[in-house]
């Protein structure tokens, strides 16, 4: 029986958690909106509860009902209805942005003079409505923030007044029963003393839990805010402090960039000059519809010539290319001519040498047998002139003596038409290695001015490609 005296208390805390499971409902319903927040559907607080709740129909032996454990106090409730219009004045403030947002847009119709048609903004222009929308996100997910943040501190109110219930909820009802039944206290059971035990933990840490996640929603409501500043100085740089951004971001607005509009007024200002220098200043000279056309018409031949000269250059670019590339390998071809050449000249030039050595051996032994020649001789006159005419012993010696000049002279004059052909074969070598040196220089020469060649095409190329 002494369990009956704690329905009333759980039957609030049941109606405070389907609360809180509303009011997280309806927060995840916008955080899923990702374009503006919608507006919290409200809530009402549960009700006051009297001694004419469940507990008083399930009370038995007397009992006295518990429902004023579960009743919140004046100010608890206040605190609640407080954080709750902090929420509607966070969605009021973000709806009245917005208004004045489209009022602005309603306003201005015309935006920049002589815009632009759709299709022709600029990289500047992409950039300008690029940070004007993130500015835009920026502001509408601080406001969910802001919003986020400030239900998460009603939730926070109600979750404490839970735990401030469930802490004095055992006292209350040593209290209630010591005045009812006189004694029930001793008889309570252990279990109703476990649920209490279990139901404050679990307000506890569905506590930590919230405080925990405020300090999370904290930390991105700082960051988003950091950002929003951060695109609206980057925007303010762009376009101005006092540009019109909802203007900006409609995709076909037009508006012009900066850059753009200063070309624009540069191009009227000259034909102003022009027309005041001619006299005919004196007209609506701002009626000028064309002006813009024709800028625009300037600005696309412009462009188109550009693309010319790029196409121009891409193709010179190409030829460069390829004739050095076949300078190149003209260059490495006469490298290669060159090596062959000079190794032709270097075996040349060891012939030459070895000629030139067997031509001074047989001078040396041409010499040997002129001196062999002219001795043997001068001992045949002696001979002749000693013996006489008639001395038959002698002509046999003499004989031989002959035969043997006959072969010393024959083969002196085999000695000297080698000796001259060697000497022609050694001209015709010397005139093949001048031949090979004049030819040598002459590639050197011209793989002098290929290489001049190579770098002025190497140098026209990086001009080029610069």
Excluded: F
């Excluded at 404050?200 to 409501?221: C, F, I, V």
């Excluded at 032709?344 to 047998?369: C, G, N, P, R, W």
């Excluded at 043997?376 to 010696?397: F, H, I, M, Q, W």
């Excluded at 015709?428 to 095409?457: D, Y």
């Amino acid at each position: 029986g002494n369990g009956v005296a704690l329905i009333a208390p759980l039957a609030a805390s049941q109606m405070d958690s389907e609360q809180l499971r509303l009011w997280r409902q309806q927060l995840a319903e916008e955080e899923s909106d990702e374009d503006e927040t919608s507006a919290l559907k409200h809530v009402a607080v549960p009700p006051r509860r009297t001694s004419q709740g469940p507990g008083a129909a399930l009370g038995r032996g007397g009992a006295a009902p518990r429902a004023q454990l579960s009743q919140p106090s004046g100010d608890e409730s206040m605190v609640i209805l407080q954080h709750k219009l902090q929420v509607l004045q966070l969605q009021l403030e973000e709806k009245d942005i917005e208004l004045q947002q489209a009022r602005q847009m309603a306003d201005m119709g015309g935006g920049y003079g002589g815009a632009s048609p759709p299709g022709q903004g600029g990289p500047r222009d992409e950039k300008l409505k690029e940070l004007a929308k993130r500015a835009k996100t920026a502001t509408m997910a601080l406001g969910r923030e802001r919003a986020q943040n400030a239900q998460l501190a009603a939730e926070l109110a109600t979750v404490k007044r839970h735990l401030k219930e469930a802490g004095g909820a055992p006292s209350g009802t040593a209290g209630g029963s010591s005045g009812d039944s006189g004694g029930n206290e001793g008889n309570r059971s252990a279990g109703d003393g476990a649920a209490l035990a279990k139901e404050l933990k679990e307000t506890k840490e569905k506590l930590a839990a919230a405080n925990s996640r405020l300090h999370k929603e904290n930390t991105a409501h700082q960051t988003v805010r950091a950002e929003l500043s951060r695109c609206q100085r980057a925007l303010a740089k762009e376009v101005g402090d006092d540009a019109n951004v909802a203007k900006l971001l409609e995709d076909g607005s037009g508006a012009k960039g900066r850059a753009q509009q200063i070309a624009l007024l540069r191009e009227q200002l000259k034909e102003l000059k022009a027309k005041l220098a001619a006299g005919g200043g004196g007209g609506d000279v701002g009626a000028d519809v064309r002006a813009d056309d024709r800028q625009r018409g300037t600005l696309h031949a412009m462009e188109v010539e550009r693309r010319a000269e790029m196409e121009r250059l891409l193709l010179r670019e190409q030829q460069l290319e390829e004739e050095a590339a076949k300078a190149k390998r003209n260059l490495e071809a006469q490298a290669a001519r060159i090596k062959i050449l000079e190794a032709d000249v270097k075996s040349k030039k060891e012939k030459l040498k070895m000629m030139l050595d067997k031509s001074d051996t047989d001078d040396k032994l041409v010499s040997a047998l002129k001196e062999e020649l002219a001795k043997l001789r001068g001992r045949a006159g002696g001979r002749k002139s000693d013996s006489g005419e008639g001395s038959p012993a002698s002509k046999p010696s003499d004989a031989d003596t002959e035969r043997r000049v006959c072969d010393l002279s024959a083969r002196v004059s085999q000695q000297q038409a080698q000796i001259s052909r060697q000497e022609q074969i050694i001209e015709a070598l010397r005139g093949q290695v001048e031949q090979a040196a004049n030819r040598e220089e002459t590639l050197g020469a011209e793989n002098s001015k290929l290489r001049e060649l190579a770098e002025l095409l190497q140098q026209k190329l990086r001009e080029t490609a610069g």
